[in-house]
C-alpha cells in the first residue's frame, strides 16, 4: 500500500489527485500569484477524527501539511506541495438563542454564519467577504466595518476547539488551556493546530447607515486629509474606508465607503467636512439595515493575482505622506487587472483599542489607520508587467516608512515582508514563539512565515 491509500483507508474524507473532479478548487489559492503551486493531494475532512488521522499520517510519512479554510491566504499559506488538509466539510453552524453563543465548524465560510445569524438577527464582526473562511479570519484578528464598535472577530471568540500536533484534542478558552487561546486570537492560522470549531458571542443587530462617496482625483489630498481628521474624532459606532485607486483605462478616484452604527443623519454630519471641502462627483448616504448593509459594503473583486503590503499609523497621515499616496497611484505602472491598484486607509480603533496590546496575540491596539497599498495584475500579463507592479507596491512601501509605522496586518498576508514577526506581532512575537515551541516542537505545522 502506498502513502496515499494508507490515507485514504485510515480517513472517512475523500482524497483527491491531481486531475480528480474538484482537486482544483479544493486545492487552488484565491490568489493566483500562487496558483502555480500544485499540492500531491487534497483530503476534504469529515470532522475532527478525520483532522487527528491526517496529522499522524502526515507525521508518519514526513509529507508537509497545508491546512487549508476559505483558501483565502493573500500569500497562498493555504496550499503547498504535500497534503492539502481542506476544512471546507467541518462547517456546521449552531447557534444558541438564550445565550447568543454561536459554534461553527473550523472550514465555514464567513457567508453561510452570516446568513445563519441572519435567521435570528444576531450579529457578529465578519469581514466583507462571504468566501473568505472564519478560520483564517478569527485567527488573524478579523476586522470589520463593525469593528471599532463590536471589536475583532477574536474579540468576539469564547472558545475554540483543536487538534494539537501531537494528535490531542484540547478546547481552548479562558479557563482551559489559555496560551492556546490566546495564540488564536490574532496569531495567525496554521501555526498551533487544527482550529475544528470557534465559539463566538454574538450580539443584536444595531440600526446601521452606510455611506459611498467617490472624488475626481484632484482633490485627493484635500479629501483624503479631511477625511482623515473626520475619523480621528468619529464615534466608535463609524467606521470608514478611505482611499484612492485606479485601474489601467482610468485615472485615480478617491472613495470614502463606510457604516454607521445609527441614522443616515448623523451620518450626514459625520461627513460633511469632507463633503464641503471639495465636490463629490458621487454621494449615497442612507439608512440600510445591517443586512442590506452587508450586501452593499461587499468586497468586489475581479479576482486574478495580487499583492498587498500594510503599515499602521496611531493618527492622521501628514500631508507629505498623502501627496506621496497620490503621486504613486498616478505613477502605477499598470495592468489589464480591473481591479487596478490603489491605498486604503482602514479605520481600526474604537473597541479594537480597547483591549490592551498584550491581551491577546493582535498587537495592532493603538492604531487608527490601517495602511493597505495593494495591486494586481492577471495571470496572463507579461513577467515584466507583474515585476514592475511588485518593484511598485514595494517602493510605496518603503517610501510610506516615514510616515507610517513598520507593522502590518497578519491577515493581510505580505510574503515579502522581511521583518515579519515584528511587522505582524510587534510585542508579542516572543511569546508567540514560546507557545509555538511547546506545542508543535517538531513543527509539523509549517509554511512560509510559520511562527
Ligand atoms: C476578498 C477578500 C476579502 C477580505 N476581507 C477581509 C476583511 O474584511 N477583514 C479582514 O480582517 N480580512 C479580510 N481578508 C483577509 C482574510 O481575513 C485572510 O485572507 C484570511 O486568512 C483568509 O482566511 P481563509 O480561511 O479564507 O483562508 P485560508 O487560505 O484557507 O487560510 C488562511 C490561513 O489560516 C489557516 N487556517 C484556515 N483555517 C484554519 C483552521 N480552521 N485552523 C487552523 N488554521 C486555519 C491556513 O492554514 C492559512 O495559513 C479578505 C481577504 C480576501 C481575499
Known amino acids: ?45 469529515t470532522g475532527t477524527a478525520d483532522v487527528s488521522r491526517a496529522i499522524a499520517w502526515s507525521r508518519d510519512t514526513g509529507v508537509r501539511l497545508s491546512l487549508r479554510g476559505g483558501g483565502h491566504s493573500y500569500a497562498g499559506h493555504s ?91 484540547v478546547t481552548c478558552s479562558e479557563q482551559h488551556n489559555g496560551d492556546l487561546f490566546w495564540a488564536c486570537r490574532g496569531g495567525g492560522g496554521g501555526n498551533f493546530g487544527v482550529n475544528t470549531s470557534f465559539t463566538f458571542q454574538a450580539q443584536r443587530v444595531p440600526p446601521t447607515s452606510t455611506c459611498l462617496m467617490l472624488w475626481d482625483r484632484r482633490h485627493a489630498v484635500d479629501v483624503l486629509a479631511t477625511m482623515q481628521e473626520v475619523m480621528r474624532r468619529a ?66 473583486t475581479a479576482g486574478g493575482a495580487f499583492a498587498v503590503r500594510t503599515r499602521t499609523t496611531g493618527g492622521p497621515l501628514v500631508e507629505d505622506g498623502l501627496r506621496t499616496i497620490v503621486t504613486a497611484v498616478d505613477e502605477w505602472p499598470g495592468s489589464s487587472n480591473p481591479d487596478g491598484a490603489g491605498v486604503g486607509l482602514f479605520t481600526w480603533g474604537g473597541a479594537i483599542n480597547h ?27 507579461a513577467p515584466e508587467t507583474v515585476r514592475n507592479n511588485l518593484d511598485w507596491l514595494d517602493t510605496l512601501h518603503s517610501d510610506m516608512g516615514e510616515y507610517a509605522r513598520d ?29 509555538k515551541q511547546r506545542h508543535d516542537p517538531e513543527r509539523i505545522f509549517s509554511f512560509d512565515q510559520a511562527i
Do not use: K
Request: some cysteine; overall charge negative; glycine content about 10%.
Open 1 to 45: 500500500m502506498n502513502d496515499v491509500e494508507r490515507l485514504r483507508a485510515a480517513v472517512d474524507g475523500p482524497v483527491r489527485l491531481p486531475g480528480d473532479a474538484g482537486f482544483d478548487e479544493l486545492s487552488r489559492p484565491f490568489n493566483e500569484r500562487f496558483r502555480d503551486v500544485v499540492p500531491g493531494a487534497v483530503l476534504s475532512a
Open 79 to 169: 496550499s503547498g506541495s504535500g497534503l492539502v488538509l481542506d476544512l471546507s466539510r467541518v462547517d456546521q453552524v449552531h447557534v444558541d438563542l438564550e445565550t447568543g453563543l454561536v459554534t461553527v465548524g473550523g472550514g465555514t465560510r464567513t457567508g453561510a454564519l452570516h446568513a445563519a445569524l441572519r435567521e435570528h438577527e444576531l450579529a457578529l464582526p465578519l469581514g466583507n467577504s462571504p468566501a473568505v473562511g472564519i478560520g483564517g479570519l478569527v485567527l488573524g484578528g478579523g476586522v470589520s466595518v463593525v469593528s471599532r464598535a463590536m471589536g475583532l472577530t477574536c474579540d468576539t471568540l469564547v472558545s475554540t476547539e483543536m487538534v494539537l500536533a501531537d494528535g490531542r484534542v
Open 235 to 300: 464615534p466608535d459606532e463609524f467606521a470608514a474606508r478611505i482611499g484612492i485607486s485606479r485601474t489601467a483605462d482610468r485615472d485615480g478616484i478617491v472613495s470614502v465607503v463606510g457604516q454607521h452604527l445609527g441614522p443616515a443623519e448623523e451620518l450626514r454630519e459625520l461627513v460633511a467636512p469632507a463633503l464641503s471641502v471639495a465636490s463629490a462627483d458621487r454621494i449615497d448616504i442612507a439608512d440600510r439595515n445591517y443586512w442590506a448593509a452587508a450586501e452593499y459594503l461587499r468586497h468586489a
Open 355 to 381: 483591549v490592551p496590546a498584550e491581551a491577546t496575540a493582535f498587537p495592532h491596539r493603538d492604531t487608527l489607520f490601517l495602511v493597505s497599498m495593494d495591486t494586481s495584475w492577471r495571470s496572463d500579463d
Open 407 to 435: 507593522a502590518s496586518y497578519v491577515n493581510f498576508t505580505d510574503p515579502d515582508l522581511d521583518d515579519w514577526r515584528a511587522g505582524y506581532y510587534g510585542p508579542n512575537a516572543a511569546r508567540l514563539t514560546e507557545v
